[in-house]
C-alpha cells in the first residue's frame, strides 16, 4: 500500500471509529488496530489522535457545506431555498451518518462551527430577502443562526428516531419557519414583560 493509500485508509477507519465512540472514547492504539498497522504508522501520518481526528472532522465539515452551497446555488423562491436547506442537511444526515455523528457528537467545537459556517451562507441570501420586503437586512444574521440551529438541532433529534420521514421532517421544518418568517414584525416587541 503507498503512503497515500495507507493515509486514505486510516482516515476512513477514523471516520468509522470516531462515529461508533466519539473522540474521548477512541484510543490510538484502536484506531491502529481497525487499520492492521502498528501505533507508529498512525503517528507518522497525522502525530497522534487529534491530528487523525483533525483530518476526519475537516473532510465531513466539507462534504456537508459542498452539499448545503449546492442547495443555495440554484436560487429559487425563499421557501424553495428553505426546503432545499431542510433535505441537505437532512440528506447528509441519511446518507453520510458516519459524518454526521463525527460532527455533532462529542467533538469539540466542530458543530458549533458547522452550524456558524452554514448559517453565514445563509445569512447573505436572507439578508436579501428581508431588504426587498423592507426589513433592516442587519437581522440576517440573527434570522439565519435561527433557522440554521433548528434545522440541525432537528437533524440530531432524526439522526436518533428516523421517524417520521425525511420528507415529513424537511416538510414541518419549512413550514414552521416559512410561517415565521412570512409574517415577521418589522418592529418586534415583547407583549408579556421584559423592559
Known amino acids: 500500500m503507498t503512503a497515500a493509500q495507507r493515509r486514505e485508509q486510516l482516515v476512513a477507519v477514523g471516520r468509522e471509529v470516531f462515529a461508533q465512540r466519539g473522540y474521548e472514547a477512541t484510543s490510538i492504539e484502536e484506531l491502529a488496530a481497525r487499520a492492521d498497522v502498528s501505533k507508529p504508522v498512525v503517528y ?38 428553505l426546503e432545499r436547506a431542510a433535505l441537505a442537511l437532512l440528506d447528509y444526515v441519511e446518507e453520510d451518518t458516519a459524518g454526521f455523528r ?32 423592507g426589513y433592516d437586512p442587519l437581522v440576517a444574521a440573527l434570522y439565519s443562526q435561527a433557522l440554521v440551529g433548528m434545522v440541525a438541532q432537528v437533524g440530531q433529534w432524526w439522526l436518533e428516531t428516523r421517524s417520521p420521514g425525511k420528507a415529513e421532517v424537511a416538510a414541518r421544518l419549512v413550514d414552521l419557519a416559512f410561517a415565521g418568517l412570512s409574517r415577521l414584525d418589522p418592529e418586534p416587541a415583547l407583549r408579556h414583560g421584559g423592559d
Open 44 to 81: 507518522e501520518h497525522f502525530g497522534g489522535k487529534e491530528g487523525l481526528y483533525a483530518v476526519v472532522v475537516d473532510r465531513e465539515m466539507e462534504r456537508v457545506l459542498d452539499r448545503f452551497t449546492s442547495a443555495l446555488a440554484a436560487g429559487g423562491s425563499s421557501r424553495a431555498l
Open 102 to 133: 463525527v460532527l455533532s457528537r462529542d467533538s469539540p467545537g466542530s458543530y458549533s462551527s458547522l452550524i456558524g459556517e452554514l448559517a453565514r451562507r445563509v445569512e447573505h441570501l436572507l439578508g436579501e430577502r428581508l431588504g426587498e420586503r
